[in-house]
């Protein structure tokens, strides 16, 4: 399977949005307190404004597969960007550089195969991946939505991907944020997220900020019963 899945990137092209930061405020508090501005950062699916003006940190530079992303990235700050995809194995040596932090902020679910165990794998190649692209003592900062139990993963995925043999597009419903339409979407569980991370091979996990969302009650009716916003820290060994 190519590393690079072009409906994605069609669909990232197509619909490139300047997304809310809220969302991050553990992640930035992090990066104040624990980089400074001579750390190097890596955004993979890239949001980097916020980093620089929030958190004094001025070696960035932006990894996407969509070249829209990455051309917003670097009109609104002087970043250097990286055109590629976190899930092709030969990244690593493409990038000499190697990285105080790497953020994969809401890129995982981004990652889809053709069944959700695909999907699973292709999350567990990013993370590692990632920390690949670390400097020993280097952070990789991982914050995702998951859904609990997984089954509400499964029925997400299956159902856009039926939806979206239909339309190229978005297909906003009823609701903010049911979306049935393009694009598919894998959301790991949280057990899932974290039994990937535990796996990982010489890292330590150093800090685990869990939110839990409230959701319209919409959400239910595909079996949701809890929606996380999770951040994790890793720090590479
Ligand atoms: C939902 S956006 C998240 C943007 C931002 N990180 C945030 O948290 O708001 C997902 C981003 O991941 C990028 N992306 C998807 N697959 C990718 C891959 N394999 N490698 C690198 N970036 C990818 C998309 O192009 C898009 O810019």
Redesign the pocket.
């Known amino acids: 399977m190519s590393?690079?899945?072009n409906k994605?990137?069609e669909y990232?092209n197509n619909n490139t949005?300047e997304?809310?930061?809220k969302?991050?405020k553990y992640v930035f508090s992090f990066i104040k307190n624990n980089l400074n501005s001579s750390s190097n950062i890596i955004?993979?699916?890239?949001?980097l404004e916020k980093i620089k003006n929030e958190c004094n940190v001025f070696d960035l530079y932006a990894?996407?597969?969509?070249q829209s992303?990455l051309e917003l990235a670097v009109n609104k700050i002087n970043c250097k960007k990286i055109s590629?995809?976190?899930?092709d194995d030969t990244i690593v040596d493409k990038i000499p550089e190697r990285f105080d932090c790497a953020?994969l902020?809401?890129?995982l679910h981004?990652?889809v195969g053709k069944t959700r165990n695909e999907s699973f794998n292709l999350a567990e190649k990013?993370i590692k991946n990632a920390l690949n692209l670390l400097k020993p003592g280097g952070f990789l900062i991982i914050?995702e939505i998951s859904f609990e139990p997984k089954i509400t993963g499964d029925i997400i995925f299956y159902s856009k991907r039926f939806f979206s043999s239909f339309t190229k597009n978005r297909l906003d419903l009823f609701v903010k944020g049911f979306n049935p339409g393009e694009p598919v979407v894998s959301f790991l569980s949280y057990s899932q997220l974290k039994k990937i991370i535990n796996s990982a091979e010489n890292v330590d996990i150093i800090d685990e900020n869990i939110e839990k969302n409230n959701f319209h009650p919409i959400f239910r009716l595909i079996a949701a019963q809890k929606k996380y916003r999770t951040t994790f820290v890793i720090k590479k060994i």
């Open positions: 590393h690079i899945d994605t990137r990232f949005f997304y809310g930061t969302k991050l955004d993979i699916g890239s949001i990894m996407d597969i969509a992303y590629g995809s976190i899930l953020l902020s809401e890129v981004h990652l990013a914050h």
